[in-house]
């Protein structure tokens, strides 16, 4: 997804749907941590070179579990809140609340006009407010 997008329900029924679903996803992604992590725990860290390996494979797909949850539009990547609607900040390819998104966007926005951010690719020292759309 390449654009800034904002989902936002308002619908009594669809907001419990829609919060119960990110709780069921929510339960689903902390089960198969704590199964990743009790694995992780039955291995021999130290004296196995197997065990090492199969430790450093446990450890890739936990990261790559927790970077999925944290870039999922079921959490806000910067409060946690599990119960808003959400907007996609395709800058840093995250989610975060309608809240959160608005309040960084006029920090970004001030900031640029101050002078304080500049654009990252060509780091001329334009001010930009690329980071938060
Ligand atoms: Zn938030």
């Known amino acids: 997804m390449k654009k800034k997008r904002t989902i936002s329900i308002s619908h009594p029924q ?25 694995e992780e725990n ?18 890739d797909k936990q990261d790559k579990l927790a970077t999925a949850w944290n870039k999922s539009l079921c959490v806000c990547s910067l409060c946690g ?9 395709p800058y840093m390819e995250e989610w975060f609340c309608v809240d959160c998104y608005e309040k960084n966007q006029e920090f970004y926005k001030t900031e640029a006009r101050n002078g304080q951010i500049w654009n990252s690719e060509n780091y001329t020292r334009t001010p930009s407010t690329e980071w938060w759309p």
């Open 14 to 38: 669809l907001v419990r749907f829609r919060n119960a679903l990110r709780e069921v996803i929510s339960t689903a992604e902390l089960v198969e941590e704590e199964r990743l992590l009790d």
């Open 42 to 59: 039955g291995l021999d860290h130290i004296y196995s070179e197997t065990d090492g390996k199969q430790v450093k494979e446990l450890l």
């Open 81 to 89: 809140s599990r119960t808003s609607n959400m907007t996609f900040n």
